[in-house]
């Protein structure tokens, strides 16, 4: 187990030096689902998927997150948004999953893959408000959850907002968030 959180601080490592390169992605996917992390893995997946549209071995993945989703307790219309929010990004159309997405979170606002995926799409472009906005709507219904404060904590910081940024990290910090908890231990806040 510790050789795998090992390979996860490596894979964060690496994502931080460079956010463009979908083999760091893939790989930190892979590793949080050996840690039994799905929900984060997907959302990993699908960025891989949005770096690089032609890889074989992303349409794959997302392929089987679409199957996945049939699955689960989503209410259809959101599923449908979402599907068609997947193959926007297949298609490398970021307006058209944007959309769809917020289509999505407004059918269901209690599925975190929805605001994961919304990050990962508008981050490309660095358009951080309406991330931010879209966080603060999760965590307005989930105070508690560790991964929504940890991912606006990021984006805080690419909004050059440290001060919102660091709260955010000790709030995910406080929640148990791995990841958080190192960060925080590394910058000794």
Not at 26 to 32: D, Q
Not at 34 to 61: G, V
């Amino acid at each position: 187990m510790s050789s795998v959180l090992s390979a996860q601080s490596f894979f964060n490592q690496a994502i931080e030096l460079n956010k463009n390169d979908d083999a760091y992605y893939y790989w930190r996917s892979i590793t949080l689902q050996r840690l039994s992390r799905f929900q984060e893995a997907s959302a990993d997946q699908l960025i891989a998927k949005s770096i690089e549209p032609n890889n074989k071995r992303y349409n794959k993945k997302v392929k089987d997150k679409e199957l996945l989703l049939e699955n689960k307790s989503v209410k259809k219309q959101a599923a449908i948004s979402y599907k068609k929010a997947l193959s926007a990004i297949k298609n490398n159309n970021p307006d058209v999953a944007v959309i769809e997405l917020m289509s999505a979170i407004d059918a269901d606002p209690h599925q975190i893959e929805f605001y994961l995926a919304f990050d990962m799409v508008l981050g490309q472009t660095k358009q951080w408000l309406p991330i931010i906005n879209q966080w603060k709507k999760y965590i307005a219904l989930y105070p508690n959850n560790s991964r929504a404060h940890f991912e606006v904590s990021g984006t805080y910081h690419h909004n050059k907002n440290p001060k919102k940024s660091i709260y955010h990290l000790k709030k995910a910090a406080d929640l148990g968030h791995k990841e958080a908890i190192n960060i925080t231990k590394r910058l000794g806040v």
